[in-house]
């Protein structure tokens, strides 16, 4: 059973806590270790490319060098995407137009 204690560490929005990225900061209330973290310095992100194939996981104090020092292979990794954009627009574009030459409606005069 949850002593008090227990449930005070679980669950108190003032319950001091410790910056999980281990940054030096002890005493952030529960209520505030989400702010923390959006500036906390040791906090690992994503890169600003993953959405086209970018794999790096950076601390925000790194990310500034990640990007400038990854500038022709994100270049590389953007230049695949919009190729790829590209193929799938003149894919989709073609598949309109075929079913807009097949489709009865599409033969039927407007009054």
């Given at each position: 059973?949850?002593?008090?204690?227990?449930?005070?560490?679980s669950r108190c929005e003032e319950y001091p806590l410790e910056c999980p990225n281990k940054c030096g900061e002890k005493n952030i209330k529960r209520k505030d270790?989400?702010?923390?973290?959006?500036?906390?310095?040791?906090?690992?992100?994503?890169?600003?490319?993953?959405?086209?194939?970018?794999?790096?996981?950076?601390?925000?104090?790194?990310?500034?060098?990640?990007?400038?020092?990854?500038?022709?292979?994100?270049?590389?990794?953007?230049?695949?995407?919009?190729?790829?954009?590209?193929?799938?627009?003149?894919?989709?574009?073609?598949?309109?137009?075929?079913?807009?030459?097949?489709?009865?409606?599409?033969?039927?005069?407007?009054?």
């Amino acid at each position: 059973q949850d002593t008090q204690s227990e449930r005070t560490r679980s669950r108190c929005e003032e319950y001091p806590l410790e910056c999980p990225n281990k940054c030096g900061e002890k005493n952030i209330k529960r209520k505030d270790m989400e702010t923390h973290r959006e500036f906390c310095e040791l906090e690992q992100l994503k890169c600003p490319f993953d959405h086209v194939g970018c794999t790096g996981e950076i601390q925000r104090r790194h990310m500034d060098s990640h990007c400038k020092n990854s500038v022709e292979k994100h270049l590389l990794l953007l230049a695949k995407a919009h190729k790829e954009l590209v193929q799938e627009n003149r894919r989709l574009l073609s598949e309109l137009a075929e079913q807009k030459i097949t489709s009865p409606l599409y033969n039927i005069k407007k009054i």
